[in-house]
Every structure is written in C-alpha cells, then in structure tokens.
C-alpha cells in the first residue's frame, strides 16, 4: 500500500509539468508575453499551488493514520 501512494504521488508530481493552471486573466497576460514567458508564469502557479497542496496532504495522511491506529485499538 505504501508503494502505491508513492508511484501516486511520483505521477502528480511529474505530470505537474503539463498542465494548465491559468485562470482567464493570466492567459491574456500570457499570450500578450509571448511563448517562453507564458511557459514561466505558468510553471510559476503550478509552484505556487503546490505547497497548500503537499500541506493538506500532509494534514490528510497524518489523520488517517491516526484513525487508522485508534480503530485498531478498539
């Protein structure tokens, strides 16, 4: 079980590369600037989307875990 989260969490990471994370407002900013500029803001928001992200599942496995241990006690 704990190899799958890993290769889940391998895939998310890697394929962060390509997406799309532009709201409509960054997407006009970005075809004005041109192709390498748009590809830097737009890794730009992907790094900044990651952190929240890492830290509720942080938050999330910590929890299950917990829960985890206490229904195994009863």
């Known amino acids: 079980m704990r190899k799958k989260g890993f290769l889940v969490g391998i895939l998310l990471i890697s394929g962060a590369q390509w997406l799309q994370a ?12 041109g192709e390498g500029p ?12 990651a952190a929240p ?6 938050i999330g496995y910590r929890w299950w875990k917990n829960e985890k241990a206490l229904n195994e006690s009863e």
């Open 53 to 58: 992200f890492a830290i509720m599942g942080y």
């Open 22 to 33: 532009q709201c409509s407002i960054c997407t006009k900013t970005a075809s004005q600037l």
């Open 38 to 49: 748009a590809q830097a803001l737009n890794s730009a928001i992907i790094y900044l989307a």
